[in-house]
């Protein structure tokens, strides 16, 4: 799958990048990136930065996306589009919880950046990019201000705005041109950030102190809103889909050492017994 395109911090932009044309400034958002393209069988193969995944390889924090995508990508729509589906790649971010704590709630869990055309060979423009994703069901990334002359815009000048996705600043923004050039200007409370800390609890813990009732009755009113019954099962995945993507220790990633069997089996004991207490 196309890798993605640089995007150098804005005082090492492309001199190009402000010499002519017009620039779109989107939300710079604080997730991961993720990529993704549809396979003649339907399937969807996702990836990251560095690598592609396997259905059952997906890491946990990025699983929340991928189970949104493939519910609501239209397939016919993008059958219908290209000649080959495998010849297009969609790139964008996985919504999940770095630095800043987006209002999960409303905050889609993909956020569409980038798509590339291997029949084209190259990256298509920011207005046909959000186009596109609307049209197949997924959101694209938001846009601030679209089609600023790029003569007319100072970098030291300007003042990133507040977030789309929670009361507070973005963490950035994007400055892209139709030629594909681009740059990332950073809000100054996110220049130097640390990184998550270090979960430090057996996993039967970390599922008592993650996986709270609220957090249960939040994904049970979801899965009622979408027409789906609120089983164990459901409650158990849902509720582990939401640990995974809202909590800043990311306690399952590789270098954690949590034993995810024994947290997902605390998560289905938790499930049973608040389905039984709320009847």
């Avoid at 995945?237 to 990633?253: C, K, L, Y």
């Amino acid at each position: 799958m196309k890798t993605f395109p640089p995007s150098p911090r804005v005082e090492d932009a492309p001199p190009e990048l402000f010499e002519s044309g017009h620039l779109w400034i989107q939300e710079l958002i604080d997730g991961a990136s993720v990529r993704f393209r549809l396979r003649e069988s339907g399937a969807i193969r996702f990836g990251d930065r560095r690598r592609t995944y396997d259905a059952d390889e997906i890491p946990p924090a990025y699983r929340h996306a991928a189970r949104r995508v493939r519910e609501n990508l239209d397939r016919s729509a993008l059958r219908t589009a290209v000649d080959g589906v495998e010849a297009i790649v969609f790139l964008g971010v996985a919504t999940h919880r770095r630095d800043i704590d987006y209002d999960w709630e409303r905050t889609p869990s993909f956020l569409g950046v980038d798509v590339w055309s291997a029949v084209d060979e190259r990256f298509l423009p920011p207005d046909a990019v959000e186009g596109i994703f609307r049209r197949l069901g997924l959101a694209p990334v938001n846009a601030f201000e679209k089609e600023v002359r790029a003569v007319d815009f100072d970098p030291d000048a300007y003042e990133v705005p507040r977030s789309n996705w929670y009361d507070g600043p973005a963490k950035g923004v994007v400055l892209r041109n139709k030629t594909g050039s681009r740059a990332e200007l950073v809000h100054p409370d996110f220049e130097a950030t640390d990184d998550a800390p270090l979960v430090d609890a057996p996993a039967e813990e970390l599922a008592r102190r993650y996986a709270t009732d609220s957090r249960f009755e939040r994904i049970a009113s979801e899965l009622e809103r979408e027409g789906r019954p609120a089983t164990v099962d459901a409650l158990r995945d849902g509720v582990f889909e939401s640990i995974a993507r809202e909590e800043r220790g990311r306690p399952f990633r590789d270098d954690r050492g949590v034993d995810v069997r024994a947290f997902r089996s605390e998560l289905a004991s938790l499930a049973q017994r608040f389905a039984a207490d709320r009847g």
